[in-house]
């Protein structure tokens, strides 16, 4: 083992942990006010159950020993995982790196079913997911499994990660339904610096998602480090001069947006590629996202938040372009197009297929399967009033006003009424 | 002339404004407030706190009418801002003693007849 790659890998762990709280900040200044803490919340709570289904069970699924498609119940409940050598750092450094990525994985579907998924189910669906289709996705591509095999190139998990988490949050849209606002009235962000924190805690964080992903603190790291600072610096100047040639203004939403897709873009290719070549596809990759987003307002697809257009075209435009970009001289093994190896861009979009069709299938059973037992959406008139205070019972920005305090005797009857209580009499107060 | 008071959910104000707006009327002024009527209180907690919200958000629009536009303003209010639970607010009319535009000058039925900004000067 060694020292630097452990203290690394310490940090990296700890700051992807922060990506999920920022991607709360994110998302939730995205939305209502009155579905603030909600949307928030679908990113927050993600770092309980998930966590811990995670070390109980899924860490094992992705990478315990197994075969192409799934690894084994060897490392259930972290038998087996402890201090011992895993490459250079404990292995129960590195199972909490990964949970770190399973973590926010499920979290980033959440955009797509912003302000109307009842929140018991969506908590039912992300821990299942995590094991369903998480834990499967992860095996193939880092434990071992059919797309490692096949010589499918994915750094840091544009096709695990982004791609996994935008064919879900696809379907999940469709399934779960439009709000019923969406596409008759104007819904609007209602906090931006919200947006604009989120994305430069996104940032900082991915410095850890990427430069971790070398899982040492050496040359590789350097490298996807670099990367990671320039591609979306490319991704923000491209965007900006798209805003501006088009006529337009340039905003400090589609600022924050650009970041978030610059660094899904850089992901999968971010220790495979030369710094230049980072520039290049942070720039390229910004188009495909930008229209995007302008086009999918248009249709019926309420996917509130854009997922599929910032993670799934990102995800996608970057993993199939780390088969153009990639070099030797840089990856140390893996060659793109431009190394000569044109099979590889085919390799990298089979590998983005595969990621969607099952993701996309799955997530469709599970949400079915979950409709069976419990409703998906909360009811119109609780959709009017805002999910902070229906399935949360609180205000993100509340003054107090006419707040009754409940002595203790009620208090026992408000919370079996679970989020509200008829007042007797009406205006007896 | 008549000040019409709406007192409204604040999720309906959108279609609320849609409805007004797309019948001419154009002149309002709202105002977000709270209040209580006989809609059922969230109880809300906050770690060891419970609380029942006494004051609910609504959305107070006053506009100010000449007479033939009173009944179709009302009957918009009953509809757009309508949803059939309790809580969905009141409409209250008003005897206006005097309207004034300030721009011009104007008094009363000409104050408060809708001019557009682009057709009656350059922008």
């Not at chain 1, 079913?113 to 094991?131: D, G, P, S």
């Not at chain 1, 320039?230 to 900006?240: F, G, H, I, R, V």
């Not at chain 1, 707040?403 to 203790?408: E, G």
């Not at chain 1, 009857?413 to 007797?424: E, K, P």
């Amino acid at each position: 083992m060694n020292n630097a790659d452990i203290a690394w890998m310490l940090v990296s762990t700890a700051l992807v942990l922060l990506m999920t709280p920022a991607l709360a900040f994110f998302y939730g200044g995205l939305v209502r006010s009155k579905n603030a803490l909600n949307t928030m919340m679908m990113s927050f709570i993600a770092l309980g159950p998930v966590a811990v289904v995670w070390a109980l069970l899924g860490y094992s699924l992705a990478f315990a020993p197994g075969g192409p498609a799934i690894g084994s119940l060897a490392f259930a409940g972290l038998r087996g995982v402890g201090l011992e050598a895993q490459g250079t750092i404990p292995h129960l450094l590195f199972m909490c790196f990964q949970g770190t990525f399973a973590i926010i994985t499920p979290a980033l579907i959440s955009g797509a079913v912003a302000e109307r998924m009842r929140f018991n189910a969506y908590l039912a669906f992300i821990t299942a997911w995590v094991l369903v289709v998480y834990a499967p996705v992860a095996h193939w591509v880092w434990g071992g499994g059919f797309l490692a095999s096949m010589g499918a190139l994915d750094f840091a998990g544009g096709a695990v990660v982004h791609v996994n988490a935008a064919s879900a949050a696809l379907v999940a849209a469709l399934v779960v339904g439009p709000r019923k606002d969406y596409g008759r009235h104007a819904i609007l962000p209602h906090n931006v610096p919200f947006v604009m924190l989120g994305a430069g805690l996104l940032w900082f964080g991915w410095f850890g998602f990427n430069a971790g992903s070398a899982l040492s603190a050496g040359t590789t790291a350097s490298l996807a480090f670099a990367n990671t600072l320039l591609a979306p610096a490319a991704t923000l100047a491209s965007w900006t001069l798209i805003d501006l040639v088009r006529g337009g203004r340039v905003t400090a939403v589609g600022a924050a947006t650009a970041i978030v897709v610059g660094l899904v873009v850089v992901t999968p290719a971010a220790g495979y590629i030369s710094p230049m070549s980072a520039i290049a596809m942070g720039a390229i990759g910004a188009f495909p996202s930008y229209f995007a987003l302008i086009y999918r307002a248009k249709t019926k697809l309420d996917d509130s938040l854009d997922v599929v257009a910032a993670h799934g075209l990102g995800g996608a435009t970057g993993a199939i372009l780390t088969g153009v970009f990639a070099e030797a001289a840089w990856s140390g093994g893996a060659n793109g197009l431009l190394g000569g190896n044109p099979g590889q861009v085919l390799t990298q979009l089979a590998s983005v297929v595969i990621v969607l069709a099952y993701s996309g299938g799955m997530t469709f059973a599970l949400l079915k399967a979950l409709a069976l037992v419990m409703p998906l959406r909360i009811g119109d008139r609780h959709e009017g009033l805002g999910l902070d205070v229906t399935d949360h019972g609180e205000e993100a920005y509340t003054h107090g006003d006419g707040a009754i305090l409940v002595k203790p005797k009620e208090s026992s009857l408000a919370r079996s009424a679970v989020d509200v209580v008829a007042v007797h009499g009406g205006g007896a107060l | 002339m008549k000040l019409i008071v709406a007192i409204v959910r604040p999720e309906k104000l959108s279609d609320v404004l849609e409805a007004l707006f797309h019948a001419d009327v154009r002149g309002l002024t709202i105002s977000r407030v709270q209040g209580h009527g006989g809609e059922i209180e969230h109880v809300e907690n906050y770690r060891g706190t419970s609380v029942k919200m006494a004051l609910a958000e609504k959305v107070r629009i006053e506009i100010g009418v000449s007479n033939h536009f009173v009944q179709p303003t009302i009957a918009i209010l009953l509809s757009a801002a309508r949803t059939g639970e309790v809580g969905d607010g009141k409409i209250m009319v008003l005897p206006i003693e005097k309207i004034y535009r300030i721009r011009t000058g104007e008094s009363d039925q000409d104050a408060v007849t809708p001019v557009h900004a682009d057709s009656n000067q350059s922008l």
